[in-house]
């Protein structure tokens, strides 16, 4: 079955500092990773996502993401991390599940808190 | 309008009633998917639409929820009989779908839903 982890529940990191939230995953073939975040009382936006290609995969509000396949892994990265980028972000994987039909499965959230 | 939209944003009802939720997609989305999601417990994916096709319904937890979508556009989600442990966020996204099955889901701000 296809499933991704995030091993983290909560991250912190003073600002400016780099950043990392880890996920990895567990598929069959090759995988469709995403990468997504949530704001308070908000839906979820979307911010990256690895198809095929280049392992580095560069997204919005200058987050990166770096699939590392014999590990199982990729992990959000931003090189300068802002308050602003404080939220809860979810990592996913598309799966098969059937009569033509693609579903994402999510992990359970890493909770980013940025320090002024 | 220009994103997801759904309504109501938040919903308080009593134990037993029958509750609508609803879910107006990006125009010209084909993709249509409901999830829940509860304290500490990450996105639970409900259902899915994909055009005029028969719905992907492997993700409802009981009888007593349903879902449709009328005219490829709209769609209703209704929870007969709530109950407490249906209190929950439950989210809408659309997407491009059919073979753009890679694209990212779009997502709403969610109906907050509290069962008393």
């Known amino acids: 079955a296809q499933s991704v982890a995030q091993p983290e529940d909560q991250v912190n990191v003073a600002e400016g500092n780099p950043l990392t939230v880890k996920c990895t995953y567990s598929?069959?073939?090759?995988?469709?990773l995403f990468w997504y975040v949530q704001y308070p009382n908000r839906g979820l936006q979307f911010l990256l996502k690895?198809?095929?290609?280049?392992?580095l995969v560069k997204g919005s509000y200058g987050f990166e993401a770096e699939f590392n396949k014999s590990q199982t892994s990729f992990h959000l990265k931003k090189p300068s991390a802002l308050v602003s980028d404080s939220a809860l972000y979810f990592c996913?994987?598309?799966?098969?599940?059937?009569?033509?039909?693609?579903?994402?499965?999510f992990g359970k959230g890493t909770k980013l808190s940025v320090i002024p | 309008g220009a994103g997801v939209s759904q309504s109501p944003s938040n919903k308080v009802t009593e134990k037993g009633k029958d509750v609508e939720l609803r879910c107006d997609p990006i125009s010209g989305h084909t993709a249509l998917y409901w999830y829940r999601q509860s304290l500490g417990q990450g996105l639970e994916f409900l259902i899915y639409?994909?055009?005029?096709?028969?719905?992907?319904k492997s993700g409802l937890p009981s009888d007593r929820f349903s879902a449709e979508r009328t005219g490829g556009s709209v769609s209703t989600l209704t929870i007969q009989r709530t109950q407490q442990e249906d209190s929950a966020v439950y989210l809408c996204?659309?997407?491009?779908?059919?073979?753009?099955?890679?694209?990212?889901?779009?997502f709403g701000d969610g109906t907050r839903l509290s069962i008393l």
């Open positions: 996204a659309s997407s491009l779908g059919g073979s753009y099955s890679n694209q990212p889901q779009h």
């Open positions: 996913a994987v598309r799966r098969y599940s059937g009569a033509g039909s693609y579903q994402l499965t």
């Open positions: 690895y198809i095929t290609g280049d392992n």
């Open positions: 639409f994909q055009g005029n096709s028969a719905p992907d």
């Open positions: 598929v069959s073939g090759n995988p469709y």
